[in-house]
């Protein structure tokens, strides 16, 4: 079992940086990498990034990209995701996810964190 809470999310400006944390516990041993997923209103859940629990990979969305950073924190077993240049698209419940070895699926989610962008 793995647990993860997230945390961070709020109201901001059009253009304004917001970071996520997702702080991971229980059997961390078995994650292969971590994930966040956002989804808005009305709209199917979307692919944000994800990164290796060990190892430097990561992969980002689209929209995203070179505007989001995902990073991890071993000692601490949390991972980031930096936001920087907001728009109001990006509007969502933002969740982390844990990819597990023995299943290659993201068996566990965090409870969400809800990010707003105001234009």
């Known amino acids: 079992q793995v647990q993860l809470v997230d945390s961070g999310g709020g109201l901001v400006q059009a253009g304004d940086s917001l970071r996520l944390s997702c702080a991971a516990s229980g059997r961390t041993n078995n994650i292969y990498a971590m994930a966040w997923f956002r989804q808005a209103p009305g709209k199917e859940r979307e692919f944000v990034a994800t990164?290796?629990?060990?190892?430097?990979?990561?992969y980002y969305g689209t929209s995203v990209k070179g505007r989001f950073t995902i990073s991890r924190d071993n000692a601490r077993n949390t991972v980031y995701l930096q936001m920087n240049s907001l728009k109001p698209e990006d509007t969502a419940v933002y969740y982390c996810a844990a990819e597990m070895y023995y299943t290659g699926k993201y068996e566990y989610w965090g409870q969400g964190t809800q990010v707003t962008v105001s234009s």
């Open positions: 990164i290796a629990w060990s190892g430097s990979d990561a």
